[in-house]
């Protein structure tokens, strides 16, 4: 087991190294462009030049990546070229109001996807089964873009009942909270209910429920003490993979509702060529995905019977 | 004799994977959910098709802006004044003109980028499930770092790099799509590879890749076109949602996003304006999906 678990966290780190390598390239190969967007488009050649000789960017280019990776490791991110401070000061902020949006996001459809794929699994085919898979596939396909407008259409301009945008800017507010989380549990719950129906409806066929139940065993005491058990492994890790997911969807939502998290910072960062912010960003977000991915495996082995190690 | 049988099989192929075509296509007449999907689709096809017929204006062309539709609540129209079925948008172009014509972007862009992906794809996996060893070791790392990014997060990245075009976008859809498609027919091929009709070809000393594209790929066709109808609904989102974020086709030709992406702003005021567009989307989405699950529905009966 604890091999296992190592070897995931060294290929956690090996993904990271990876992706750090190619985002340095994707971004830093350039030194002339680097230096007009730190500069501004307006730069003379003479400036950007005495910038990048300053700052070392005629060293070689393995040079520069260790040293941007060291500097990165030890926490100094850099500075945001758009907002003149350190990149850490902006982006934690950003994060947390992000995890306060996936808490809620989180608290609300796993109770509503496991809820709603269990009953579906219970009875394979029944109409009750076919209903909630039809609903789950017309909620996933709209996109959350367009969850957003359906709502905002109703619950802002024809209901008056929320706020149209979530800037949060008197202080915090569950009332501005309330559309994010919603459009992000539509977009989402479908996937997670029809894996735990898929889940619940294996276990269901299998010899020791029919057991269970040609024992005379009370149906409520079948489903609850020997199929969940089972049925539940495969939805956790349909779960934790779903923050790599969820990250993909803040960056719509938050753009759509003006909430200052860290999908909406991500965007702005690459529209506006804030190129510090950017690696910051995304090795933040590689980080959340590759780790939650590491979470799930390891996860699945502890919680799967049918997986020992010796 | 050799020479002969070579020639005669394409034909027989071809003439039975017509057969096996229409034989789903009568089997999908059981599922309605999967006819439903099927409409959908055809609709948007056949509006995309006839788009010049129908569109009332140009796509492009300014009429009269901040028009509600002539039915919404609280319109009444001044005499001999157009009426606009949709409305229009804060230039005054005709909504549901750009949303016949904006079929035609998705309908092209769409299939072509996941056409791509699938060519890329099916080569990787077919590569790495015949081959296996290093070679599927290397890809299937490929895939795996590729596959963790945050798909979003990555088409930004790449999009705010290279600029918004429809090459880039293409290209992005292509990049970040393979590895997931490439992982399943890896996953297929490992299994079909043992079977006797590989070891037949192998021992009448056929090539590598005329048995990975010949025998083994006509075989792992079905869990391909069901993945293929899901995988097309989600480039549909994906070109969508880049359109929503300004990182879309360029203006000003109509794109379903980005109409939703210009008229934000002003939503809350007129939201005609956003509305329409989601609904043109989601039901083409919808119609992808609902196909996938009608199809997926009739390969597990058989």
């Known amino acids: 087991m604890l091999v296992f678990i190592l070897k995931r966290i060294g290929f956690m780190l090996l993904t990271m190294i990876v992706v750090s390598v190619l985002l340095f390239l994707l971004l830093e190969i350039d030194v002339r462009g680097v230096a007009t967007m730190v500069l501004g488009p307006y730069s003379s050649e003479e400036q950007r030049d005495i910038w990048l000789q300053q700052n070392g960017y005629f060293d070689p280019l393995y040079e520069r990546y260790l040293r941007w990776l060291g500097a990165f490791v030890t926490g100094d991110l850099g500075e945001s070229i758009r907002f003149k401070t350190p990149v850490a000061e902006i982006l ?137 058990r089972n049925a539940l492994i495969a939805p956790f890790t349909v779960i934790m993979l779903q923050i790599n997911w969820l990250l993909s969807g803040v960056i719509v939502v938050e753009f759509a509702f003006a909430y200052k998290g860290f999908g909406a910072l991500l965007l702005e960062a690459s529209l506006t060529s804030d190129i510090f912010m950017i690696e910051a960003c995304a090795m933040v977000a590689v980080f959340v995905a590759v780790g939650t991915q590491t979470l799930a495996d390891v996860g699945y082995t502890y919680l799967n019977p049918r997986i020992r190690f010796s | 004799m050799a020479n002969s049988t070579t020639v005669t099989l394409p034909a027989q192929t071809t003439g039975a994977a017509l057969m096996r075509a229409l034989k789903s296509f009568s089997l999908l007449r059981e599922s309605w959910v999967g006819m439903f999907g099927a409409g959908l689709i055809l609709f948007w096809i056949l509006v995309a098709i006839f788009a010049p017929l129908l569109a009332p204006y140009e796509p492009n062309a300014t009429v009269l802006p901040y028009q509600r539709p002539f039915w919404w609540a609280g319109v009444e129209l001044a005499e001999g004044a157009p009426a606009f079925l949709l409305g229009t948008d804060h230039v005054g172009r005709d909504i549901l003109s750009r949303i016949i014509y904006g079929s035609q972007t998705v309908l092209i862009y769409a299939p072509l980028a996941t056409f791509c992906a699938y060519a890329v794809g099916i080569l990787m996996g077919l590569a790495a499930g015949y081959y296996r060893g290093w070679v599927d070791d290397v890809l299937s790392r490929i895939a795996d770092i590729i596959l963790s990014f945050p798909v979003l997060v ?97 203006p000003p030709d109509p794109d379903w996003g980005g109409m939703v992406n210009e008229t934000r702003q002003i939503a809350l005021a007129f939201p005609h304006m956003t509305l329409f567009p989601c609904i043109a989307i989601s039901s083409l989405i919808l119609g992808f999906n609902l196909l996938a699950d009608g199809l997926r529905e009739i390969s597990l009966r058989d």
């Open chain 1, 92 to 228: 934690l902020p950003r994060l947390w109001n992000t995890a306060i949006l996936g808490f809620w996001v989180f608290a609300v459809m796993i109770p509503v996807s496991l809820i709603l794929g269990i009953l579906a699994g219970m009875k394979e085919g029944s109409k009750l089964d076919r209903s909630i898979s039809v609903t789950s596939i017309i909620t996933t396909s709209v996109p959350e873009f367009a969850s957003a407008v359906f709502l905002s259409t109703i619950f802002v301009f024809w209901w008056k009942l929320l706020p149209g945008t979530s800037s949060m800017a008197d202080g915090f507010s569950f009332k501005e909270l309330v559309l994010p989380v919603m459009v992000l549990v539509i977009y989402d719950f479908g996937y997670v209910a029809r894996m735990t129906r898929a889940s619940m409806a294996e276990v269901m066929t299998t010899h020791y429920i029919r057991t269970a139940v040609l024992k005379g065993l009370p149906y409520r005491k079948v489903i609850l003490k020997h199929a969940l």
């Open chain 2, 154 to 250: 990555l088409y930004v990245i790449i999009i705010a790099t290279f600029g918004a075009s429809p090459v880039n976008i293409v290209v992005a859809i292509i990049f970040a799509s393979s590895p997931g498609i490439m992982r399943i027919v890896r996953g297929l091929v490992l299994d079909l590879r043992n079977r006797d009709y590989v070891a037949a070809a192998q021992t009448r000393g056929e090539s590598s890749w005329r048995i990975m594209l010949v025998e083994i790929l006509p075989n792992a066709r079905g869990p391909l076109i069901v993945d293929a109808c899901l995988r097309l609904g989600y480039v549909i989102i994906t070109i969508g949602v880049l359109g929503f974020l300004g990182l879309g086709m360029p």
